[in-house]
Nanobody
Framework: QVQLVESGGGLVQPGGSLRLSCAASGSIFSINVMGWYRQAPGKQRELVATITSSGTTNYGESKKERFGISRDNSKNTVYLQMNSLKPEDTAVYYC?????????????WGQGTQVTVSS
């Protein structure tokens, strides 16, 4: 079983920055994709960014301008650097990991961390 533990959320003023972290533990296959999604109240969950185990990144629409995803494979940890935050970035941010067993993909989610952008 794989567990994801997120940290780094909180309250930040508009224009500020936050760095989210997500550490994966358990039996993880080497071919995997880690990433971040977010869900604001009343809205659907949306992609923020993903990064493969080989370092290929993918960003949701307009996310690459202010957000940066990275990972440390030695720690099975993914990071999300968020800059120039806006009130509309307020959401619960969820860590996701998908790994390939050789036959199929498994999908795991973290519990979510709240990010609130407000003055």
């Amino acid at each position: 079983q794989v567990q994801l533990v997120e940290s780094g959320g909180g309250l930040v003023q508009p224009g500020g920055s936050l760095r989210l972290s997500c550490a994966a533990s358990g039996s993880i296959f080497s071919i995997n994709v880690m990433g971040w999604y977010r869900q604001a109240p009343g809205k659907q969950r949306e992609l923020v960014a993903t990064i493969t185990s080989s370092g290929t990144t993918n960003y949701g629409e307009s996310k690459k301008e202010r957000f940066g995803i990275s990972r440390d494979n030695s720690k099975n940890t993914v990071y999300l650097q968020m800059n120039s935050l806006k009130p509309e970035d307020t959401a619960v941010y969820y860590c996701n990991m998908r790994d390939f067993t050789g036959y199929s993909w498994r999908d795991y989610w973290g519990q979510g961390t709240q990010v609130t952008v407000s003055s």
